[in-house]
């Protein structure tokens, strides 16, 4: 009996790991999507390993863990965390079209994730009473640790930008939320996908590719 479980084992282990490897080998960079493909098929995608093309958008300054991928025709963007990958260099990849491999994910905004943004703000603005109250005590406390009373009222305003723009992000989220749920859906869908590997698409490749169509319509004209 023993060792019928540990060949059953043994088998499930296999089937396993050739599922994966075949899956892996499925998501190479000869069967790349376009950026307006993954974004269009994400909800069917989730936890699946993907591979895409597209130019680089943005790259996070804080540590390169995040950048943004899109189609500069459609504007179609797709946001892509570091994972595994590295953190993204942006002097490498700024304005450059990269290949992406990686695995989608969902993140889920309903009614308790909404209540939970909330509560913090509260919690925030109840530390000073009001917003510019709380903008106000984090200038005072910056400018003691710097002893720079010129950057207070830049600071002040900028506190109290972010204030409004996070009341103004919950807002934004309830009215959404309230529009799916006409639709019966009880929450909202965020989309991006973890970086497991990426590709700097080389210069000369696509000089190649962008040639290409100039020389036959040349041709073209001659005759």
Not at 59 to 65: N, P, Q, Y
Not at 133 to 151: G, N
Not at 196 to 208: F, G, I, L, M, Q
Request: aromatic letters at 6%; hydrophobic letters at 35%; a negative charge.
């Amino acid at each position: 009996m023993k060792k019928i479980l540990l060949i059953l084992s043994v088998v499930a282990f296999m089937i396993s790991c050739n599922s994966q490897k075949a899956n892996e080998e499925a998501v190479n960079a000869e069967n790349y999507m376009t950026v307006d493909d993954l974004k269009a098929n994400f909800e069917n995608l989730v936890d699946s390993l993907v591979v895409f093309k597209g130019e680089v958008d943005h790259v996070c300054k804080h540590g390169g863990t995040r950048m943004v991928v899109f189609n500069p025709e459609t504007d179609n963007s797709i946001h892509v965390e570091a994972g595994e990958s590295g953190n993204f260099r942006a002097d490498e990849m700024a304005n450059r079209e990269v290949i992406v491999w990686g695995k989608v994910l969902e993140m889920k905004v309903d009614d308790l994730y909404i209540e939970n943004l909330q509560a913090e703000l509260d919690e925030e603005i109840a530390k000073g009473g009001d917003g510019a109250d709380v903008a106000q005590e984090m200038d005072q406390a910056k400018e003691a640790e710097h002893h720079d009373a010129d950057a207070a009222p830049h600071n002040d305003n900028k506190h109290k930008e972010e204030i409004e723009q996070r009341v103004n992000q919950i807002k934004n989220l309830r009215e959404k939320l309230d529009e799916l749920k006409a639709q019966g859906k009880n929450h909202i869908s965020y989309y991006s996908v973890e970086c497991t590997k990426y590709e700097v698409v080389d210069d000369a490749e696509k000089a190649t590719k962008d040639e290409a169509p100039a020389y036959e319509t040349e041709n073209h004209e001659a005759e």
